[in-house]
């Protein structure tokens, strides 16, 4: 059974930081992309970033870009969101997922999901 757990959320102002880990469990954490996605209520869940199996390409958002930062850890099997410069905007339940499928960027590229973690930002 593949368990995704997500950790690091909270409340925070607008400009500050925070990070979240994802801790993986059940599967060969090392031969998957790991993504991050979020959604904020009454929105779809959208793609904020993604990063290959051996951390070699990593894939954001224009939204993101330039303010998060995605990392893995693949001795800890975990995966990490810098979120630096945060906004209201960014105000969601953050979900890390798992997958192979060629859609980077998309829902369908992944098959397992974790329960998310909340991300506040007040302005």
């Known amino acids: 059974q593949v368990q995704l757990v997500e950790s690091g959320g909270g409340l925070v102002q607008a400009g500050d930081s925070l990070r979240l880990s994802c801790a993986a469990s059940?599967?060969?954490?090392?031969?998957?992309?790991m993504g991050w996605f979020r959604q904020a209520p009454g929105k779809e869940r959208e793609f904020v970033a993604a990063?290959?199996?051996?951390?070699?390409?990593?894939y954001y958002a224009d939204s993101v870009k330039g303010r998060f930062t995605i990392s893995r850890d693949n001795a800890k099997n975990t995966v990490y969101l810098q979120m630096n410069s945060l906004k209201s905007e960014d105000t969601a339940v953050y979900y890390c997922?798992?997958?192979?499928?060629?859609?980077?960027?998309?829902?369908?590229?992944?098959?397992?999901w974790g329960q998310g973690t909340q991300v506040t930002v007040s302005s």
């Open positions: 997922a798992s997958g192979s499928a060629l859609s980077i960027r998309s829902k369908m590229g992944y098959d397992y």
């Open positions: 059940g599967r060969t954490f090392s031969s998957y992309r």
């Open positions: 990063i290959s199996w051996n951390a070699g390409n990593a």
